[in-house]
């Protein structure tokens, strides 16, 4: 089966100000019903790759092609969680509904259609009663799951998914991924985490990025990646891992 390409990546060499080299010589095809699972270090890069493909940093050399008639609503993003001062006058169904248009005023009266969308997507992450909430009240779990909704309230061709376990209880974890992978039947998906005993359940593919990009076309986690790209060992340690995630390298071959 021929998949579309959605997201061509060639050569991209990106950093700061500084000429501080983020990112080096990347080089990543991102395909329809991708789920995308990004590792790597602290400072390894995986936010700056984010940037990149958000077209919110432009790279120092490379070049970056979408593939998509409809520019507006092709990607989602779920940001790295930040706190929100507790004074921020918006409401959560309207940092929601604001994910449905950039240029539509908070003010204006909203549709029929938007709202049945709106109830849809609060029903489905479950934060229907915190829809007259004041963002700024809101637990770290529950504003990252309006995020979410705002992310994919206008059903985008790619959901881009910046650590959204950060703040998130264990309950609302499963029900996240249970949620994710539905809508990766639609929707490609690029996620970057820390949480390596977990993501490899879920996701497709793994891209370890250290500087450098390396591509794992499938989703086991094996020693090589942790070696080479000093992925957080500590987490792999932490609670019950799926020995199936454990390999060494070559491990399907030799072992
Ligand atoms: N705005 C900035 N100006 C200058 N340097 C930056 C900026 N943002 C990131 N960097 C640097 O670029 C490198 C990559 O940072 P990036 O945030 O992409 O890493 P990361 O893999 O997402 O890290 P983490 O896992 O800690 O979120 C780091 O050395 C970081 O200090």
Do not use: W
């Not at 700061?16 to 329809?32: C, M, P, Q, T, V």
């Amino acid at each position: 089966m021929n998949k579309s390409k959605v997201i061509d990546i060639n050569n991209i060499t990106a950093g700061y100000d500084n000429h501080k080299i983020a990112l080096k010589n990347i080089n990543l095809s991102i395909y329809e019903n991708d789920f995308i699972g990004i590792i790597g270090p602290n400072g390894g890069g995986k936010t700056t790759l984010l940037k990149v493909i958000l077209g919110l940093l432009k790279p120092f050399s490379g070049e970056i092609k979408y593939y998509s008639d409809e520019k507006e609503h092709f990607i989602g993003y779920l940001p790295q969680f930040k706190l929100i001062d507790e004074k921020f006058p918006i409401i959560v169904k309207d940092v929601i509904l604001s994910g449905l248009s950039s240029k539509k005023s908070i003010f204006k009266a909203i549709s029929k259609e938007d709202n049945n969308k709106l109830e849809k997507i609060m029903e489905e992450i479950k934060i229907t009663d915190l829809k007259n909430r004041a963002i700024g009240s809101l637990s770290g779990g529950q504003l990252q799951r309006v995020f979410l909704a705002r992310a994919i309230i206008s059903n985008p061709k790619i959901l881009i998914l910046d650590e959204p376990n950060t703040f998130v209880d264990k309950k609302f974890s499963s029900t996240l991924y249970d949620l994710l992978r539905e809508l990766n039947k639609n929707m490609t998906i690029i996620l970057v985490s820390h949480d390596l005993g977990t993501i490899p359940q879920y996701v497709k593919s793994i891209a370890c990025v250290n500087q450098t990009l390396h591509y794992h076309p499938t989703s086991e986690i094996t020693e090589d990646m942790i070696d080479a790209y000093a992925c957080p060992l500590e987490v792999l340690a932490h609670g019950p891992v799926p020995h199936r995630i454990i390999l060494k390298h070559g491990g399907n071959k030799d072992d």
